[in-house]
């Protein structure tokens, strides 16, 4: 079916009157309309090409924004969710929509411009204002004596490199939106970019492929390395985005597509993730592709105008409202219901939003005019250093997931190795162990600490472990509940207060796991059994609570 769309479509050259009409304004994480001025007489705003993906714009982040807003309400202040599935798909769709609208300007700019300055052009969008908001909140953080995460080099390239500590925790869309630029880019160069229309085709039967025949645990990868980021469900709005100019220009999609979007996003409510991130994805392609078809919103009204305003700092309340939100947690009494913090938050988030967003905005086209105005041996010369940097991040951070989900591979192999019933109780898992001769050192040390609801749908499980005679030594976690295997996961923190009783670890050696698991998983057992494994496949028993 995809196959035979492509061929019904027109020629590329129809896409360029929807690159051709876009203002210079912001978009979402990572994404730029551009163009020359705009007449005053199509709306102060300059609104008058794309106004509604404008709008669509600002109003995906702020669904963002919500949506978070709720998840910290529960993390931070222990708040009740008033409606959880719903709140939890509200991110499902507001980063489908920025997807999609990458996609459908993508197509238009990477044939509109040439390759170097299509890219240069998406470097000064993403960069300059990210690393200027992450540098913000790590001097504020450092002030108030707090730790802000993921300020390693690795993270900040936004090169996809697997799972890492971020600093803003939403980068997982950034390193999406920079993986596409640069692949775009590679197209473009080769001389491909008017046949990104068939090449979209083939990325969705592509992706359709990988969510049949690929296990399940690989689908919904928003922190993915280099090597499965292509056939991850969440490319599929920005895969379909690109289809949209041309499927626009020659009538295939109309305003009345946005009615076929509702149902979509309403399934979403009904089944897993990650065929939610599929049907999202549709209904975002169909709702902008009725946005950009219809008659656009004139910059006229105070709601339009502040509609439009929100659009414009849509990427800098992306960026800066999660530590938003986590500061005014801090700030807000403990008294306060997790309503009125969450409130609180927004307002914060969308007065700063509103503050910073034109300094991004006037950032962005200092520096396009510094691209525009550059000699081709300077852009090469900088965007040669910059793709060097992308490709060694992306190429170490997804070796280094490559190794540990061998690691991972082989302690289920070892756990498979033993009789089912071994997972029943703490004694049981310790005989069976012992029998195989599988049993840790015993200078190994290690607890399960807790395992508490952070939402309706999720939990996480608090642990550690640590062989003072081995100190590099690095585990897996296992847990069970009831006899079955809950999560198998990697150590993610460095656990520095455990110093006094476990004695100083290696500088950068991580031993606490953080793992998240379903809600409901071990919600029925009142003794959960959690394994230390090492890379020899040997086991050890956790101490948990209470025994």
Sequence with gaps: MLARLARMLPRPARTAPLAAAQPATGLGPGVALEAGPVPASAGRRATAGLANIQILRGLAAATV??????????????????????EAMMGVWGVAVFFAISGTLMAGLVVRDRPLVFLAHRISRIFPTYLAVVALFAAVFAALGLSLGGLAPLSLSLAPAGPRSYALNVEWTLVFETSFYVGLFGLASAGLARRIVPLAVLWLVLLAAAFLLLPTASHDLVLPPA?????????????GGLLLPRLIASGRITPMAGLLALPLFAACLFVERDVARWLGGIAAVLLVG????????RGEGAVTRAALSLGDASYVLYLVHVPVLVLTARAVPAHWSGLAYGLTAIVVALGLAVLLGPVDLALYRALRRRIDAAAPVTLRRWLAAYLLMFAGCAAWGSADTARDDWQERRARMALAA?????????????????????TLPASMQGALEFITRTSPVDAVVSAYAFDPARPTQTYRLAVYCSGRLIGLDRPRRMRKDLAEVIGPARPGHRIGFWMQIPAAACAADPAPLALAIDADGRMGVLAAPGR
């Design 418 to 438: 033993l009789p089912a019933g071994s997972w029943a109780d703490p004694a049981a898992a310790a005989a069976a162990i012992d029998a195989r001769g599988l």
């Design 290 to 297: 009725a946005a950009a078809s219809a008659r656009q919103a």
């Design 65 to 86: 924004l919500v949506h978070h807003a709720a998840v910290y309400a529960q993390i931070l202040r222990g708040a009740e969710p008033s409606f959880p599935t719903f």
């Design 227 to 239: 090597y499965l980021l292509p056939v991850a469900a969440a490319c599929v709005p920005f895969a």
